[in-house]
């Protein structure tokens, strides 16, 4: 059994043992996605930022400085903000940007693009798709694992399978292209309509590539329908980051999410859990603070 299941087995591992137990009638396949799931190693929790808004006029020094004094052990980096790491950067600037994060504690794990694939017109569409893999570029020259995207929201007079279906085909897109530079393309839950979960979880039934994954956003359309626990599990194995809000309001079920991503096994999963909050409170490194000594208790972590 250990040949067929070794220590910390990856997606691969998991995947060719366990075909081994379809051979000899063990399983089904309809079984195997959740089985191969289920073999996976939980991934630690991870503190970051979004620089949504908390942060969007720091530049990269301050915010590593800051986020280093908070507690915050990654940043993801708003596309269009005032630390300015853009597509337009020119290689010496990709070069500093890089070393920077390196030579600090605190990790760029991914930027944050406005990229999105619900537009009614093809031309638009392939533009945004060309300006991801201008994203996938630059992670990949300033060290980030990954890439946000979004849908947008539905096209009025357009049939909603046929959008979500375009989404998934150009996340596809996105995603192969992606793994050629080990950049990971996270799709953020976001937008009107778009943000429900079942059209969330059409659009990555689709987006199959592997290198396809959900950043969970803490939406109140999460407890919409049959209620978060329903909905969380229809993404649950293809998680991959999750943008937090700011964890002293109340207004969000964050014990059974930590609870849930204490114990999550999908592939794709980094850890990474970040805070994008739109408020900017006044004493915006006191509130970091408080959010990383509630985020401790709910993420397990000690010290």
């Known amino acids: 059994m250990s040949e067929m299941f070794p220590m910390n087995p990856s997606r691969r591992d998991c995947l060719k043992g366990l075909g081994c137990l379809i051979g000899a009638g063990a399983l089904l396949p309809a079984e195997l996605a959740t089985a191969a799931f289920r073999q996976q190693q939980p991934v630690p929790l991870r503190l970051g930022l979004v620089t949504y808004?908390?942060?969007?006029?720091?530049?990269i020094e301050t915010i590593i400085r800051n986020c280093t004094a908070t507690g915050f052990s990654g940043v993801e980096l708003r596309s269009t903000?005032?630390?300015?790491?853009?597509?337009?950067?020119?290689?010496?600037q990709r070069k500093a940007v890089r070393a920077q994060f390196a030579d600090s504690?605190?990790?760029l794990m991914g930027l944050g693009s406005a990229c999105e694939y619900h537009s009614a017109d093809p031309a638009e569409v392939k533009r945004n798709i060309e300006e991801t893999k201008q994203f996938i570029r630059l992670c990949s020259d300033v060290g980030a694992s990954g890439v946000k995207v979004r849908p947008n929201g539905l096209p009025a007079g357009v049939p909603?399978?046929?959008?979500?279906?375009?989404?998934?085909?150009?996340l596809n897109e996105c995603a192969r292209y992606g793994a050629d530079h080990n950049v990971q393309i996270r799709l953020e839950v976001h937008g009107r309509g778009t943000s429900e979960l079942p059209h969330i979880k059409t659009i990555m039934d689709v987006a199959d590539h592997p290198n396809n994954v959900v950043c969970w956003n803490c939406n109140p359309q999460d407890l919409a329908?049959?209620?978060?626990a329903y909905n969380y599990e229809l993404v649950e194995s293809r998680m991959g980051t999750v943008h937090i809000h700011d964890l002293r309001n109340r207004n969000y079920p964050w014990e059974e999410l930590?609870?849930?991503l204490r114990n999550c096994r999908a592939d794709g999963f980094t850890g990474w859990t970040l805070i994008e909050e739109g408020a900017v409170p006044d004493d915006l490194i006191g509130a970091m603070r408080e959010n990383h000594t509630i985020w401790k208790r709910l993420a397990g972590v000690s010290g």
């Not at 329908?225 to 978060?228: C, H, L, R, Y």
Request: proline share 2%; charged share 30%; net charge negative.
């Open 53 to 59: 808004n908390w942060g969007k006029d720091w530049d």
């Open 81 to 92: 903000h005032q630390h300015g790491v853009e597509p337009t950067l020119s290689a010496a």
């Open 105 to 107: 504690a605190v990790e």
């Open 160 to 170: 909603v399978e046929k959008t979500l279906e375009q989404i998934g085909k150009s």
């Open 225 to 228: 329908g049959e209620g978060f």
């Open 258 to 260: 930590f609870a849930r």
